[in-house]
């Protein structure tokens, strides 16, 4: 079963600096993609950054990068430059190609950024 | 680009009662997920629609229905709404057979059960 993991339940950044937003996952499928999403308390999912499993560069858009490492299993969210408005939940996810586009989702991670 | 919109936004059932929540995809997308978020979790997959079909479905029971309309656009329905049944209620469209796997969620419905 493919599994998501989130150890970060809450981080606090100082503005204007970066932060790293960790995440593992587990899977036995050779094609996937990982995601993450921004949610704000208005409850929208907003879509970050995508990383395909056969990238060889590590996405990014923007402030945002993702630290991809296939071995570890990891895909950590790079937040640079951070602004009061990235307060949020962030919540990473992964979906393989043999289930077609059901994501499966991280537990969260809430962000405060500090004036 | 018209983004994903849902409606209503906020409803209150009671337990028992039956519920309808809409999804218009965004411009251009032909695929519609459904997902639950209950309160401090992510969300979890309900199922999917692509061409009209249910494409895939989480482990939710058939009290969960859904539809997709010849324009893309989804509907949710719940029966003999449950207290648990309680949460955030978000659609996801997506391009299904080009290679983007991007996809793109709406506010959500948050459904109250009482």
């Known amino acids: 079963a493919q599994k998501i993991t989130q150890t970060q339940p809450g981080m606090f950044v100082q503005e204007k600096e970066a932060v790293t937003l960790d995440c593992t996952y587990d899977?036995?499928?050779?094609?996937?993609?990982l995601f993450w999403y921004k949610q704000p308390s208005s409850g929208e999912m907003i879509f970050l950054i995508y990383?395909?499993?056969?990238?060889?560069q590590n996405a990014t858009e923007g402030r945002y990068s993702l630290n991809f490492q296939k071995a570890r299993k990891s895909a950590n969210l790079v937040i640079s430059a951070s602004q009061l408005g990235d307060s949020a939940m962030y919540f990473c996810?992964?979906?393989?190609?043999?289930?077609?586009?059901?994501?499966?989702f991280g537990t969260g991670t809430r962000l405060a950024v500090r004036p | 680009e018209t983004g994903v919109t849902q409606s209503p936004t906020h409803l209150i059932k009671t337990r028992g009662q039956q519920v309808t929540l809409r999804c218009s995809s965004q411009?251009?997308?032909?695929?519609v997920s459904w997902y639950q978020q209950a309160l401090g979790q992510g969300p979890q997959f309900i199922f999917q629609?692509?061409?009209?079909?249910?494409?895939g479905r989480g482990n939710f029971p058939p009290r969960f229905s859904g539809l997709q309309f010849p324009n893309y656009s989804s509907e949710l329905n719940v029966n003999a709404l449950e207290l648990d049944d309680s949460a955030l209620y978000l659609c996801?469209?997506?391009?299904?057979?080009?290679?983007?796997?991007?996809?793109?969620f709406g506010s959500g419905t948050q459904l109250s059960v009482l």
């Open positions: 899977t036995s499928d050779q094609s996937y993609g």
């Open positions: 996801a469209s997506s391009l299904s057979g080009t290679g983007d796997e991007k996809l793109f």
């Open positions: 996810a992964m979906r393989r190609k043999s289930s077609g586009d059901k994501l499966t």
């Open positions: 990383q395909g499993s056969y990238d060889e």
């Open positions: 411009s251009g997308h032909n695929t």
């Open positions: 629609y692509y061409r009209e079909e249910e494409n």
